[in-house]
């Protein structure tokens, strides 16, 4: 005679665990289909959880998508500001446009979120703020050469958005085309545009810089309150 067996309970998520889950199913909707194009019956649904859970931890779907933005911009501004330490003007522009590719091909549904217009850009939080701080650092940079050079010095914050508004422009791209061709040659061939014009392109550009280290792993991101 067979005796029936019980299923185990399932364990009951903690308030964290449970807001964890939330944030990874609405990262993942949003990437896909924007901000106006995700519900939160569908965050609901796909977490097996009813709508007024949702709302207790993030008020609403402005909420929930500023959490999920505010972790993308973090992230990548904590990899841009550490790549962005020193070294020459050119292997700084090396490190940028790496850097932006080595997130892109970990998180391509962050940077999907991030270049997506936005309720949130007004607010600051979107790619463009991580674009101009990254160029506010650029500028500082190029302020000393061109001094050494003898150009403009306040034409700098000019050339510096010029710069990194390409890096992020051909990420895109980048990403687009299924990530080919592969990263440390679209990288080179953006410091060959920037570094040398159109006039001097090198027919099979090379990083110079190189990597010192292998490429690091991503910086951990404590999870945001509220």
């Known amino acids: 005679m067979s005796t029936s067996r019980k299923s185990a309970p399932r364990s009951r ?3 964290a665990e449970r807001r964890e889950q939330l944030i990874a199913t609405a990262r993942e909707l949003f990437a896909a289909r924007g901000f106006d194009g995700t519900s939160i019956e569908e965050v609901a649904a796909r977490s097996e959880v009813s709508k007024p859970v949702v709302y207790e931890h993030f008020g609403g779907k402005e909420g929930l998508y500023a959490v999920v933005v505010d972790r993308e911009v973090t992230l990548l501004l904590a990899m841009m500001r550490a790549s962005l330490t020193s070294g020459t003007s050119r292997a700084l522009l090396e490190q940028a446009a790496l850097t932006l590719l080595d997130y892109i091909e970990a998180q391509p549904d962050g940077f999907r979120i991030l270049v997506r217009d936005s309720p949130m850009a007004s607010q600051g939080a979107s790619f463009q703020s991580i674009i101009g701080d990254t160029a506010s650092r650029v500028e500082g940079i190029l302020v000393d050469q061109f001094t050494k050079a003898g150009l403009e010095a306040r034409t ?12 992020g422009t051909t ?17 080179a061939h953006i410091v060959n545009l920037a570094w040398n014009g159109l006039s001097g392109l090198e027919k099979k550009p090379l990083l110079e810089a190189g990597r010192t280290t292998p490429s690091s792993p991503l910086p951990r991101i404590h999870p945001t309150a509220g």
């Open 171 to 187: 990420g895109q791209w980048w990403l687009e085309t299924g990530r080919k061709p592969a990263k440390d040659v679209v990288a």
């Open 13 to 15: 998520m903690t308030a």
């Open 156 to 167: 700098a914050p000019m050339y510096a958005q010029m710069l990194v508004g390409m890096v």
